[in-house]
Structures are given as structure tokens and as C-alpha cells.
């Protein structure tokens, strides 16, 4: 591990290398990276989870809306939807939930145009207000753990093409990206890269986002369960677009979060900003089981 004198002065040539190519297609981890034990998965037990009252935007609504390009879908092993303190799921054109969904006992549900939830209409009431209070505070612990990690400066990742391309490597424990912005575009792909042991942290300040046909894979062992993507504070929309794809759980407590164009998400979404939206054939696979 560096000593924050050497960290620094990595930072500051990389800021500079960085500067000079565009952001594009620079392997700076070394700059960004620090290894810590982890004996757990980032697993919060929930597909989608609006955090309404805990989130920035006091009301976070989920919303699924089909149409003539495909019908969102949410998936997984074991799903559950959850909307603490207000926030209103609406689900339209053939939209589909396959598992069970957890409502406040303010919030309201509308399903139209053949929509469906597979485990039944959702459940309300005062036990499942306290089980969504206790869901809110477990995935945002997870905020405050990893920016423990956040180092300074924070860097860019942005990938304009396929020629962009690149590949993070980890190892065993936790293996920390402290960013500025992540954005990938037109088909470009970010490959996270370690053992079956291995986790990581991507903590990102600025914008996140991916359109495109753009991906974040997993290779080495490396699964879903095991990669947090830490969107902080509040601004751009998280915006997952034009069929692209992103693995891992990722925690958003003052964004809204967009999953259009057939995208997928193959982990999990919490937000806190006012909305949660998928739209068109967009996807959510959980791959948590209980």
C-alpha cells in the first residue's frame, strides 16, 4: 500500500496523463486503489428499493412502463420491491414483477395494460412499514463504508468506444475505484476483473452513467453480488440506456435512477432521489438469493 505522499504524487502525474488523452483509455488504479478484508457480499435483499424519507428526495416513486420496444421486467431467485414513506409504484404495458412487492401504508399502486406481480397485490400495513425502515437503514449503511474508503483527488473513467475499452484487476478483499464521474458510451466497455474472492468498491461523486449498447462485466470468479457502485450526494440522474448493461448492486441515495432502451441491470438498484424508472424492455435481474 502507498503512503498518501506517494498516493498524492501518483494522483497528481495521473490528473495530468489524464488531462492530455481526453479521460479515455488509461489504466490509473494504481493511483486509486487500496485492498481490504471482506468476508460478505453487498447483497441488500431487494431488486429495486425506493428510499423515499431516507434518500435526498423525501418521496423515491417506482415506476415500470411498457410499450411498443418491450416491457420492463424485474427478476431474480428470490424479489422483492420495496417503497419506504409515500412513493407510488405504477406499472403499465405489460410490465412484470416476478416475486413479491412491499409497499408503505401511505403509498398507493396502479397496474394497467395487462401489467402483473407475480407474488400478489403488494403488502402494507405496520409490520411492513418497520421491515422497509430496517431494509432503508441496512442498504444505506453500506454509503457510509465505503466513502470511509474515498481517497482525494478523485479521478474520471470515460469510455467513448469500443477502443476505450479497459479492464480493472483486483484480488482478494476490497478493491476501491474512487471516482469523479464513470461514463461510458457507444459501446464501450469497463471489465472488472478478480477472483471469486475478490470484491469492489466504485465510489463516484459526479456523473454516472452508460448509453449505447455499453457494458460493465464481470470476469476472473468475480459476481454481481460482489461489486458496490456508490453514486454520492445528489445531481445527474443515474442513466443506464440504449441496451446497455451494468453488473453489480448499485446505491444511489439522491438520484433518480433511468433504466431504459432494453438495458439491464444484473445486481440490484436503491435510489433516494425522486424516482426509480425502468422503461421499454429494460431489466432488473436480482441475483440474490435469500
Known amino acids: 500500500m502507498k503512503s498518501n505522499g506517494m498516493r498524492k504524487t501518483v494522483a497528481g502525474l495521473f490528473t495530468a496523463l489524464l488531462l492530455t488523452v481526453g479521460l479515455t483509455g488509461v489504466d490509473y488504479s494504481h493511483a486509486m ?3 481490504h478484508p471482506s468476508s460478505t457480499s453487498f447483497c441488500t435483499g431487494w431488486a429495486i428499493l425506493g428510499l423515499g424519507e431516507y434518500g435526498a428526495a423525501g418521496r423515491t416513486d417506482v415506476t415500470l412502463s411498457g410499450g411498443a420496444m418491450g416491457s420492463p421486467k424485474v427478476l431474480g431467485p428470490s424479489v422483492k420491491v420495496g417503497i419506504v414513506n409515500y ?63 474515498l481517497a482525494s483527488p478523485q479521478m474520471s473513467i470515460i469510455i467513448k468506444s469500443p477502443l476505450d475499452s479497459m479492464t480493472q484487476t483486483g484480488g482478494s478483499g476490497e478493491y476501491v475505484l474512487d471516482l469523479r464521474d464513470l461514463m461510458i458510451s457507444n459501446g464501450g466497455t469497463l471489465i472488472l476483473d478478480a477472483p471469486t474472492d475478490g470484491k469492489f468498491i ?16 464481470l470476469s476472473g470468479g468475480l459476481t454481481a453480488s460482489s461489486v458496490l457502485i456508490n453514486v ?23 438520484r433518480k435512477i433511468t433504466l431504459s432502451g432494453g438495458s439491464t441491470v444484473n445486481g440490484e438498484l436503491v435510489g433516494g432521489g425522486s424516482a426509480i424508472v425502468l422503461s421499454g424492455a429494460s431489466k432488473v435481474i436480482d441475483p440474490c438469493a435469500p
Open 87 to 149: 412513493g407510488n409504484l405504477t406499472m403499465s404495458g405489460s410490465s412484470q414483477i416476478f416475486g413479491l412487492v412491499y409497499l408503505d401504508s401511505m403509498s398507493s399502486y396502479k397496474l394497467s395494460g395487462g401489467s402483473t406481480i407475480s407474488g400478489g397485490s403488494p403488502v402494507q400495513g405496520a409490520a411492513t412499514d418497520s421491515l422497509l425502515g430496517q431494509a432503508a437503514t441496512g442498504s444505506l449503511s453500506l454509503t457510509p463504508q465505503a466513502t470511509t474508503l
Open 202 to 217: 466504485i465510489n463516484i461523486s459526479g456523473t454516472f452513467s452508460l448509453s449505447g449498447g455499453s457494458d460493465i462485466t
Open 33 to 35: 486503489t487500496r485492498i
Open 232 to 254: 454520492l450526494g445528489t445531481g445527474h440522474d443515474v442513466a443506464i440506456s440504449g441496451g446497455s448493461s451494468v453488473a453489480g448492486i448499485l446505491v444511489a441515495p439522491g
